[in-house]
């Protein structure tokens, strides 16, 4: 209320500039008053850091201010919009069988374990292999890799198989249909929303028996959807984990495609995505539903989240679907606040120049969102994949819990000394921040390959520093607010 | 309300730039075009070639006169129209 007092008295006088300050140092003023104690909460334990908390956030907006000053400068040329690829090494076609068949032996696993295992969620080896190695790592290490997912993607190997046996035996079959344009990455993305509902909402999330099933189903739908549309075409597309790992894979310098490694510059690969129906639906519910994750740990939910759901008990509901439907909105306000974020930096961008509409920006600029998203999912589930991602280790050998010891590993343990909370806090903030400078390379190079000129280009990437520092301070806040 | 002012703390940056650029004010805008116009042309020069020089040097392109007979008569072409006609 000062400073609405403050830019009232001085709109007759001040010019907008000096407004401008005066809001801007209040803003300052107001976050330096509250004292908050420098926390920041992993999946367990607190980060004992040298100042404040929110004092990384303004050190983060720093360095993207400064990324921004010294790409606006320096980087006057497109150096990613076009992908280029060298061969790194190849190797037989007849590779990608073995390969296929541990992913599909791991499946197998899966239902076994689900089906026969133990009930135990610590101790089956389904909820730690499906959360944590199949949601966290698989995605990550695509993203540093490359694409290697597609070979171990046991619906798309059972697909092959029987593609070649079928062609062996002479039967050369064409897909039915051709894939809708208008469909795109939207299966990808309903995908995305069930499995994060499935994770963070369902409260029978981590029974083994119900992963066991759903992971059926879902081979299941994979099979008629490659049937219908084709192998590739519905793997890239109309599978969420595959379009999901496969759209992070496009981080990576290197790919995996044709019975060979390549190998390509930086972030290159990320330019041709954006133009499908539903591809910034599909980054905005990757980063969506990963801020969801850390709010609803967080103070702020835990305190809204009660008054919702007695609203739809007040409705007659019971408790346990009147909590998972207040968990459900929470999960769909996240996404829109998220996407909220980016449609800011959008209509900025418009405000420039008005030679483009809003959705042809917000497509031409969907690609600037995916090092956010892969930096999201490192900073939130770091420390869950080094802490309980050790789990796997004991689990190999002792997949259904009975007590067996394939592999001579059942007596290991989780060994949380390995990395401590402010070690964790560290990579996490590095992780957003690195993250968020790719994306403004990103923004910045696409800027001035559409641009006009030099002054829209610049001008156009002022938004985009808005969304990037909005995103980054969005994030250390949820981090630094999970509580243990 | 309260709990959402530890989140205005982490957020207060991006407010304040948001708050500038809804003035309709991008500091620093000039000098930064500035600057990329000019690593712009320093890459422009540094990656023009030796011959860029020559090139842009004017000559005959249509032979006259003297010349016109002689290209008519030679076998082939001075060596100063050859390359014009190439």
């Known amino acids: 209320m000062l400073f609405k007092f403050t830019l009232r008295r001085a709109r007759g006088r001040l010019p907008a500039a000096r407004r401008a300050t005066l809001l801007s140092a209040g803003l300052l003023v107001s976050s330096a008053a509250w004292p908050l104690a420098a926390e920041a909460h992993g999946v367990s334990g607190r980060a004992s850091l040298p100042v404040p908390a929110w004092l990384f956030a303004w050190a983060a907006a720093i360095v993207l201010v400064v990324s921004f000053v010294l790409l606006s400068a320096m980087w006057s040329r497109p150096r990613l919009q076009q992908l280029s690829e060298r061969r790194v090494c190849s190797w037989p076609e007849w590779i990608a069988a073995p390969a296929g068949l541990i992913g599909l032996a791991l499946f197998a696993l899966v239902v076994y374990a689900g089906y026969d295992g133990v009930a135990t969620p610590s101790a089956n080896f389904d909820p730690t292999f499906i959360f944590i190695v199949f949601w966290v790592a698989v995605p990550l290490s695509s993203g540093v890799l490359g694409n290697w997912f597609g070979a171990f993607s046991p619906w798309r190997a059972l697909a092959r198989a029987v593609r070649w046996g079928g062609a062996r035996a002479g039967l050369r079959r064409r897909a039915p249909l051709s894939y809708p344009g208008w469909l795109g990455r939207w299966p990808a993305v309903v995908g995305l929303i069930g499995f994060a509902w499935l994770e963070l909402i369902y409260h029978d999330h981590d029974d083994p028996v119900i992963l066991a099933s759903l992971s059926l189903a879902y081979f299941a739908l994979m099979l008629v959807g490659m049937a219908l549309f084709g192998i590739e075409q519905w793997s890239e597309r109309g599978d969420a984990f595959g379009g999901y790992f496969g759209l992070l894979a496009r981080l990576s310098a290197f790919d995996v495609h044709g019975g060979a490694l390549w190998r390509r510059r930086l972030l290159s690969a990320l330019s041709s995505f954006g133009g499908e129906s539903g591809a910034v639906a599909l980054v905005l519910v990757i980063i969506g539903i990963t801020t969801f994750d850390g709010a609803s740990n967080g103070v702020v939910w835990n305190t809204l989240q009660p008054h919702v759901q007695s609203w739809f008990t007040g409705l007659g509901l019971g408790d346990t679907p009147a909590d998972e439907l207040a968990d459900s909105l929470g999960m769909l306000l996240a996404i829109a606040i998220v996407a909220g974020f980016y449609w800011l930096g959008v209509l900025g961008m418009r405000s420039v120049s008005r030679r483009y509409d809003a959705r042809a920006l917000a497509r031409s600029y969907a690609h600037t969102l995916v090092p956010i998203g892969f930096a999201y999912v490192l900073a939130h589930y770091f420390s869950l994949l080094v802490w309980q991602g050790q789990a796997i280790g004991y689990l190999a050998s002792n997949p259904l819990g009975h007590g067996s010891d394939y592999f001579g590993t059942a007596h290991w343990h989780v060994h949380y000394g390995f990395i401590g909370s402010t070690g964790i806090w560290y990579v996490q903030v590095l992780a957003l921040v690195a993250g968020h400078v790719c994306g403004l390379a990103l923004a910045h190079d696409r800027a001035l390959a559409t641009s006009r000129s030099s002054e829209e280009a610049v001008r156009s990437q002022y938004w985009m520093l808005v969304v990037m520092v909005g995103f980054t301070s969005l994030g250390l806040w949820l981090l630094s607010s999970v509580n243990t | ?86």
């Open chain 2, 1 to 86: 309300m309260a709990q959402l002012l530890p989140a205005l703390a982490y957020l207060a940056p991006a407010l304040t730039i948001l708050a500038v650029l809804a003035l309709r004010r991008y500091p620093g805008e000039r000098a930064l075009v500035a600057a990329l116009e000019r690593h712009r042309d320093r890459r422009g020069r540094v990656r023009a070639p030796r011959g860029a020089a020559r090139k842009h040097t004017p000559r005959a392109l249509v032979a006259r006169g003297g010349r016109l007979i002689g290209c008519a008569l030679a076998v082939r072409p001075p060596p100063l129209l050859g390359l014009a006609l190439s």
